[in-house]
């Protein structure tokens, strides 16, 4: 079975939960992708949206362009772990993994009143509105589609970690020229549990989820910048995502 994942952000204080499907920034834009609306769907396994320059990763984290927040991508099998989501510095995720994940499909009663509606059924006796800190985006997941990660870095305020994005994709573009976004495996959870998952056979897989519900920023990429890092104590997390560099598994021949 594959596993689905809906992206989290809080940001000064409030959490956004996301959908998966992406318009351009223009309204314009907008309703040209609803005339076509298979052209603006993400596909919801990680390893299906998960790339370099994908729309609805860029709409989602490219919110952090220059702007702190934390940021989880949820799976739906995190409720198999029921652990709350916790950054390394001890901040709490609003809402549990299995309740981020289903407040995507809470419904509104007749009343105004909101019910959780998951896996097709109404559980009766969890009526309640979401916290108020949290909110379902509505609509399409706006981007700029000339938003990258290229000549970027991404600073983890709760580890004190950095990645050069630059040299991240030079160690993890395949020989065709695909390349995972960093962002949703390190700050996934649930993962390696279900189809499209980014495997524990693959390189560096100990480092998805490494990130979750940290606090997070992406700035441009200056040699200065680094070297102010590194004086302050950041260290750069030098990790490689690649599906087709596998590792071998302890224990076996």
Request: charged share 25%; proline share 4%; hydrophobic share 30%.
């Amino acid at each position: 079975m594959g596993q689905y994942y809906r992206p989290v952000v809080t940001q000064n204080g409030t959490t956004t939960l996301f959908g998966n499907r992406t318009a351009l920034i223009t309204d314009e834009d907008k309703a040209e992708y609803k005339r076509n609306s298979y052209s603006n769907y993400h596909g919801l396994k990680i390893l299906e949206h998960s790339w370099w320059g994908n729309d609805l990763v860029k709409g989602v984290i490219g919110r952090l362009y220059n702007k702190p927040g934390r940021v989880a991508w949820v799976g739906d099998y995190s409720d198999d772990i029921m652990e709350e989501v916790i950054s390394n510095d001890g901040t709490k995720a609003p809402m549990k993994p299995r309740e981020l994940y289903a407040g995507h499909y809470y419904k509104q009663n007749s009343d105004g009143t909101l019910y959780h509606n998951e896996q097709g059924y109404i559980e009766e006796d969890e009526d309640r509105p979401l916290p108020e800190n949290v909110k379902k985006y509505r609509g399409f997941v706006r981007y700029n589609p000339q938003f990258t990660l290229n000549d970027k870095i991404i600073i983890n305020n709760s580890r004190k970690e950095f990645l050069n994005c630059n040299t991240y994709y030079k160690r993890s573009v395949t020989d065709d020229g695909w390349c995972i976004n960093p962002v949703p495996l390190l700050t996934s959870t649930g993962g390696d549990q279900g189809g499209g998952d980014y495997h524990s056979n693959h390189i560096d897989a100990q480092h998805v989820g490494r990130w979750a519900y940290d606090e997070i920023v992406i700035k441009d990429y200056t040699p200065a910048r680094v070297e102010k890092l590194l004086q302050q104590g950041f260290t750069e997390l030098a990790v490689t995502f690649n599906e087709e560099i596998d590792v071998p598994v302890v224990g076996v021949v």
